[in-house]
């Protein structure tokens, strides 16, 4: 079993829902033991590419493997109960009538290995809960218990929809760190969909972004973070300065210097993508840039500056260059974290 | 004079104000439940001190067949329209299917019709030698008898279990049913040990509503020949005079239907079913179906909506433009709506006031507001009993007061049967207000004023748009309610009033099916638009 056996493949996958297109042309391998995180805008696609996974949704072209078959093709859908998934999502779905033990024990086949109810809410941390209904857990409590039920029945497959959206920010980030090493553990291809960049880039071995029910851009957390190769895949992943260009002599020429780009970028893109981190600043006297705006944000200080032209740049680095509105400057990009659109 | 005519309008104001201020929430609620829990003292003071040789004379002949009838009867039409009722929730929750969304309020439309008018449409398509069977050559079974009771029941009253299971399954019952399946579970096991368990509740209120109804009808299990208590207890009213008697049984019934209501309260547990997270409805969409699935899907959950309301409603209407009127029924028109609009009105406002008692939060207060909500409970034959007893025990207070016959209470009056339906509706406005009360946040006052609002404007731009939608809910389920009602009307109603319920009754008793096909139609025409409006006003409720 090595770390890229594909556990799951869609091959051309595309799904109609009532004659509307809502995937097209989806191509996608889940490893075994490694996270996919997919990212895109409300309306992508990213709930139903999860649905077609589970089962829970028919697909009208193509067709989705595993090792052991065929799992969904336009003529056949195995059902999701007969496909060892497990599946979180934002709401926990906890059969409210069930206890946390018995919530867990619900997909567990006795022949299955050694682990029992109380252990996998022990290793949620909460073993003490067993008999608790519901709705006397916490929001944090119930979403551990619903990743325990999904994992007990050691599925191949693992699909997370919005899991920790409910949870506040702080114990979204410490469930997510939990989480992890539970998925890890479980050698599962995981599959996550969420709209927290944050947790794309803290979970994901791979994300793929999805517009419009297509992929538009595949790679890893670094790769996506600081070279995005469309709009949408870069404001996905957080904040995005754009600037345009023109094309010559092989680059392309920005208001802050001459940009060259990998030849994978096709049809010579007219704009730019530079993270206000992947940019510094230098001062200037009579530079060609002027600061407009400081935010001070703890270690980091954010810093807008105005061009000749009246075209604005976002601009972060640490506290220890402070920079006062009025300042001219002049502003230095890192050349290997350029992405393009 | 303008001004002096203002100055003692502002005072009986300041007045009112300060009674109003002074006035406890706990003392109003108590002042309500005692005066509704009166008559039903009463009832029981009669029934214990009537001689027995009525209760004595049916208990050796008849009072087994009436628990036993009644009983029968509630639960086979129970379990049917439990079945009827969560099959279409799930159909429509589960499903996307051609004409879904209108069928799903359509399925509720059932509820307003009187389940006595469908018993007379279904006989008289059935009966043996209808003109039905003659021109279609069928040989159907007559809808009579206790299980012609039950399907009639469980055609018109199958909506409080649908209602109730729909909006338990849209709320988490899709996404619920998807996990399960992916946790390993095939679609019986996710059905029987996720779904059922989760709308038990829901659908448990529902047949025990239906349960009640069942207990407190008069119309249908007369009309089939039902023996069943609520029938003896008019009986022994209108046949026998014998009030003592009809206490008695009445206090019998009364029993019966507090079961129901205590299986429904008790029936929940300890296991909250409230959702324990927002509804996913993006996560699980309903399963689109299409072709012939579609379309066998649509037709089933047409089917009680044909069955309940469209096919007993056009054999009336069929009887309606074939048969020469033998009289007006515009007497009766206007005695139902008289009722009907006196009682909404009343209700609305002691629904109103009862509300206002549950949102000072006292206790004591909110105790006695919720047993005047028991009173839903009360069959209408039973509240009319006990009111009477309560005119009568009066009477005889007064008599011995006076000394002499001081005529001044009467049963048969307007009054009388104003106060019966109160007792037994009031409990119907209640929810709705308490709900159009909660609205006026005090939040939304301040708002208002800050903003420079007079308090004679926040009352006409915020609070009255706040409530009306609620007070008019309120009294149109009352109406609507009042329309329907049969035996309270029968017991109490003056000899000069008149009610479409009480004149298709009385036709049909005839066998005269053909004369009672109007008045019953006519009720049809109101009461479908009227259910259909208020589902309108409310999709949810």
Aim: with cysteine.
């Amino acid at each position: 079993m090595t770390a890229t056996e594909a556990q799951i493949s869609l091959k051309d996958v595309a799904c109609e829902i009532a004659g509307k297109r809502i995937l097209d042309g989806i191509d996608l391998d889940l490893p075994r033991g490694a996270i996919t995180v997919v990212l895109g805008p409300s309306g992508a696609g990213k709930s139903t590419l999860l649905r077609a996974i589970a089962g829970f949704e028919p697909v009208s072209e193509g067709m989705i493997t595993s090792p052991t078959g065929i799992l969904s093709s336009p003529k056949v859908t195995l059902p999701p109960e007969k496909r060892r998934i497990g599946v979180v999502v934002q709401s926990n779905a906890l059969f409210p009538h069930m206890t946390a033990a018995e919530n867990v024990r619900f997909g567990m086949d006795r022949s299955d290995g050694p682990g029992s109810a109380q252990e996998w809410l022990a290793k949620v941390e909460l073993a003490d809960r067993a008999n608790a209904y519901p709705h006397e857990l916490s929001g944090g409590e119930q979403q551990r218990i619903a990743l325990a039920r999904a994992l007990a029945r050691q599925p191949d497959v693992v699909l997370l929809d919005e899991a920790f959206s409910s949870l506040d920010q702080q114990l979204r980030k410490s469930m997510r760190r939990d989480a992890k090493l539970l998925l890890k553990e479980a050698d599962a291809a995981v599959l996550v969909v969420t709209h927290d960049p944050d947790e794309a880039l803290e979970l994901a071995d791979t994300i793929v972004v999805l517009s419009e029910g297509r992929i538009v851009q595949r790679g890893a957390p670094e790769d996506l973070y600081w070279r995005p190769q469309s709009i949408v895949a870069a404001r996905l992943l957080g904040e995005v300065n754009a600037l345009t260009g023109t094309w010559q002599d092989g680059v392309l020429r920005t208001a802050i210097g001459d940009v060259e780009l990998p030849e994978i970028a096709e049809n010579e893109p007219q704009t730019a993508l530079f993270r206000p981190s992947a940019l510094s600043l230098v001062p200037l006297p009579n530079g060609p840039w002027t600061v407009i705006e400081t935010e001070f944000s703890g270690g980091n200080q954010f810093v807008t500056v105005k061009g000749k032209k009246g075209e604005t740049l976002r601009v972060s680095g640490h506290t220890n260059v402070t920079m006062r509105v009025g300042d001219t400057v002049d502003v230095a990009f890192d050349p290997k974290r350029v992405g393009w659109a | 004079m303008a001004t002096a005519i203002d100055s003692i309008g502002n005072r009986a104001g300041a007045a009112a104000g300060a009674i109003l201020r002074r006035l406890d929430p706990a003392v109003i609620g108590t002042i309500l439940a005692a005066f509704f829990a009166l008559p039903i003292i009463a009832l029981i003071v009669l029934a214990m001190s009537g001689d027995s040789e009525y209760l004595d004379h049916i208990a050796s002949t008849r009072l087994t067949e009436f628990s036993t009838k009644s009983a029968q009867l509630a639960i086979m039409s129970g379990a049917l329209a439990a079945t009827i009722g969560v099959g279409c929730a799930w159909l429509v929750t589960r499903y996307e299917f051609a004409g879904r969304r209108a069928l799903s309020w359509l399925l509720i439309l059932p509820l307003a019709m009187p389940g006595y008018v469908a018993a007379y449409s279904w006989y008289a398509i059935t009966a043996p030698g209808s003109k039905f069977e003659a021109a279609s050559g069928w040989d159907l079974p007559t809808v009579s008898g206790i299980s012609g009771a039950a399907f009639i029941f469980a055609l018109t009253l199958y909506p409080y279990v649908y209602l109730l299971s729909r909006n338990a399954m849209e709320a988490h019952g899709r996404l619920s049913w998807d996990i399960a399946r992916s946790l390993g579970a095939g679609s019986w096991r996710a059905f029987r040990q996720i779904t059922l368990p989760m709308i038990w509740p829901a659908a448990a209120a529902g047949t025990a509503l239906v349960i009640m109804e069942v207990l407190a009808d008069y119309g249908v299990a007369d009309f089939l020949g039902v023996s069943t208590l609520t029938v003896g207890i008019v009986r022994a009213w209108s046949s026998f005079s014998d009030p003592a008697a009809a206490a008695q049984l009445a206090v019998l019934l009364l029993f019966g239907a507090l079961l129901a209501l205590g299986a429904e309260r008790t029936a929940r547990g300890r296991r909250q079913f409230a959702s324990t997270g927002a509804s996913d409805t993006q996560l699980s969409p309903r399963s689109q179906l299409t072709g012939w699935r579609s379309a066998l899907v649509a037709s089933l959950a047409m089917l009680p909506i044909a069955l309940g309301l469209l096919i007993p409603a056009g054999n009336l209407a069929w009887l309606a433009i074939n048969t020469r009127p033998s009289g007006s029924v515009l007497p009766a028109l206007q005695g139902t709506l008289l009722l009907a609009i006196g009682s909404a009105v009343l209700a609305v406002l002691l629904g109103l006031t009862a509300a206002y008692v549950l949102r000072s939060g006292n206790r004591l207060a909110r105790a006695s507001v919720r047993l005047l909500q028991a009173g839903y409970a009360v069959p209408g034959a039973v509240a009319a009993i006990a009111i009477l007893s309560a005119l009568a025990i009066g009477q005889s207070v007064l008599n011995a007061l006076s000394g002499a016959q001081a005529a001044i209470l009467t049963g048969g009056s307007i009054v009388a049967l104003l106060l019966a339906y109160q007792s037994r509706f009031a409990a119907v406005a209640i929810l709705p207000s308490e709900a159009a009360l909660v609205k006026v946040r005090p939040e939304l006052d301040e708002a208002a004023r800050s903003l420079g609002a007079s308090p004679m404007r926040v009352v006409t731009k915020i609070h009255l748009p706040l409530v009306l939608t609620g007070l008019a809910t309120a009294g149109l389920l009352v109406a609507i309610e009042v329309m329907k009602e049969l035996p309270a009307t029968m017991i109490l109603r003056p000899f000069s009033l008149d009610t479409l319920a009480v004149t298709a009754h009385n036709y049909a008793s005839d066998e005269r099916l053909a004369q009672a096909a109007l008045p019953a139609l006519i009720l049809i025409a109101i009461c479908v638009p009227a259910t259909a409006l208020l589902n309108l006003v409310r999709p949810n409720a």
